[in-house]
Nanobody, 115 residues
Framework: QVQLVESGGGLVQAGGSLRLSCAAS????????MFWYRQAPGKQRELVAV???????NYADSVKGRFTISRDNAKNTVYLRMNSLKPEDTAVYYC?????????WGQGTQVTVSS
């Protein structure tokens, strides 16, 4: 059974930092691309960051220079380090795995940034 479990969300003041984690089981993590998405109230889900199985990363323009995605294949975990948080970063953050045409999603973790 595949499970992606996000953690690390919470309430933080603007300018603060959080680190999200997504622990995966039931997939071959090391050969899966891993993604972080977010969805704010009333908005569409948007891609935040991606890390390939080879470690190549890419980011949405809105988070470049502030967020860092990383992975630990030994722990089957992907991380999202978020610095200099802004109120507009408030959203539910989801991780996703992708291998070939098969993807799996986690349940999400809430991040709220107060001004």
């Amino acid at each position: 059974q595949v499970q992606l479990v996000e953690s690390g969300g919470g309430l933080v003041q603007a300018g603060g930092s959080l680190r999200l984690s997504c622990a995966a089981s039931g997939i071959i993590f090391s050969i899966s691309a891993m993604f972080w998405y977010r969805q704010a109230p009333g908005k569409q889900r948007e891609l935040v960051a991606v890390i390939t199985r080879g470690g190549t990363t890419n980011y949405a323009d809105s988070v470049k220079g502030r967020f860092t995605i990383s992975r630990d294949n030994a722990k089957n975990t992907v991380y999202l380090r978020m610095n200099s948080l802004k109120p507009e970063d408030t959203a539910v953050y989801y991780c996703k795995s992708l291998r070939g045409a098969t993807d799996y999603w986690g349940q999400g973790t809430q991040v709220t940034v107060s001004s």
